[in-house]
């Protein structure tokens, strides 16, 4: 995407054009679910000078009129997406952090029912995932499996 759709998608949401909002949309499409300090860095590459409360203020803008949805893993930091309105779901490595997307569980939104609405009219289900990364399951360097000697072998005989 260049510059001008950014400004085309800001108008459609009737949201003044501004570098900033522009950068932190880019920087957004760039690094699906990062978290802020990625964008401040990515943003910072076309707009050295700005400052961390103006990226605040525009992820905060953007999430707000939906063109930017912020996710928060429990024991994760916000992170920030453009993929919007599509009810996907997320896959989170317990031990790295890793957040990859998955679609829809069953295709169509909300994917889930719950097991009673309470009277509620529910669109949309949001899922999180959670379990080891590939990396992960076959790194062994994770802190929990250094099992380099082996336990102790009960012995058969008494
Ligand atoms: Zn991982
Ligand atoms: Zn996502």
């Known amino acids: 995407m260049h510059a001008e759709d950014y400004s085309a998608t800001l108008r459609s949401s009737s949201l003044r054009v501004t570098k900033q909002r522009v950068a932190v949309l880019a920087a957004v499409d760039t690094h699906p679910h990062a978290d802020t300090e990625t964008v401040i860095r990515s943003v910072r590459e076309s707009l050295p000078d700005v400052s961390h409360q103006a990226v605040y203020d525009s992820l905060h ?8 949805r912020s996710i928060q893993p429990s024991g994760s930091v916000a992170r920030y997406e453009r993929r919007i ?27 889930l029912s719950p097991s009673h609405d309470h009277g509620f009219a529910v669109d949309q289900a949001e899922v999180t995932f959670w379990g080891l990364c590939p990396d992960c399951r076959s790194g062994g360097s994770g802190p929990s499996d250094q099992g380099e000697g082996s336990p102790e072998p009960l012995s058969p005989d008494v």
Do not use: K, Q, W
């Open 61 to 68: 803008t953007l999430t707000e009129v939906g063109l930017v």
């Open 85 to 111: 309105g599509d009810n996907h779901h997320h896959l989170v490595c317990r031990s790295c952090g890793l957040i990859v997307d998955v679609d829809c569980t069953v295709g169509h939104a909300p994917c």
